[in-house]
């Protein structure tokens, strides 16, 4: 059972470089979003989407950008790294529909930019 | 909006005490309930959840009650042991609107529990 899988889970970036953190899922969710963890912060939406093309900011989009050209696939990519970004990244799925159905999240993405 | 307060710890208890983590929350209408739990390097289980009022989500030994009136989801647990140790993360997800598509986190209580 893949559920829902980020690569890469560790990395070090030197501020100004740009990359992507993919994630994809295999449980055919409609929903899939991206969270930020800090410390003292509990976790904080990026982005999300509620379906393939269709895209949307949450609460601390800058910085990020996301594109849904599949399902299953869900990148986030940050263009211009910046010190504040280092962080841990957590992709999140869930079928739509009732506010009970459960969020899955994958294991997590270590980023430090230096 | 949408927000969630849980006890902000640490919590270091011995093995074998029992735990409570407070949590209350604040949302228009009816929300869904859960406790997420992190343990060290991983990422986040669901722990247990509740969707309405009066449910009680159990799982692991550890147990939540959805109380509306107090817009509490309280997490307990009789009798804790050192694999319990982690941060536990209460969530609500709202049942309409642009919550419906999140959850809206409170900022963890870290446990420890000592032999």
């Known amino acids: 059972n893949a559920g829902v899988t980020q690569t890469p889970k560790f990395q070090v970036l030197k501020t100004g470089q740009s990359m992507t953190l993919q994630c994809a899922q295999d449980?055919?969710?409609?929903?899939m979003s991206w969270y930020r963890q800090d410390p003292g912060m509990g976790l904080r939406l990026i982005h999300y989407?509620?379906?393939?093309?269709?895209?949307d900011q949450g609460e601390v989009p800058n910085g990020y950008n996301v594109s849904r050209s599949t399902t299953e696939d869900f990148p986030l990519r940050l263009l211009s790294a910046a010190p504040s970004q280092t962080s841990v990244y957590f992709c999140?799925?869930?079928?739509?529909?009732?506010?009970?159905?459960?969020?899955?999240f994958g294991e997590g993405s270590w980023l430090t930019v230096v | 909006g949408d927000s969630v307060t849980q006890m902000e710890g640490p919590v270091t208890l011995s093995e074998e005490a029992f735990l409570t983590i407070n949590c209350t929350y604040t949302?228009?209408?009816?929300?869904?309930l859960f406790w997420y739990v992190q343990y060290p390097g991983e990422g986040l289980q669901l722990l247990l959840k509740?969707?309405?009022?009066?449910d009680k989500g159990s799982n692991k030994g550890f147990e939540a009650t959805y109380r509306k009136e107090t817009t509490s989801f309280h997490l307990e647990k009789g009798s804790v042991q050192v694999s319990d140790s982690a941060v536990y993360f209460c969530?609500?997800?709202?049942?309409?609107?642009?919550?419906?598509?999140?959850?809206?986190f409170g900022k963890g209580t870290k446990l420890s529990v000592i032999p």
């Open positions: 969530a609500l997800r709202s049942n309409s609107g642009a919550g419906s598509y999140q959850l809206t």
């Open positions: 999140a799925s869930s079928y739509k529909g009732q506010s009970g159905n459960t969020i899955y």
């Open positions: 509740a969707t309405k009022a009066d």
């Open positions: 449980m055919n969710h409609e929903y």
């Open positions: 989407s509620v379906g393939a093309g269709i895209t």
């Open positions: 949302a228009t209408g009816y929300p869904s």
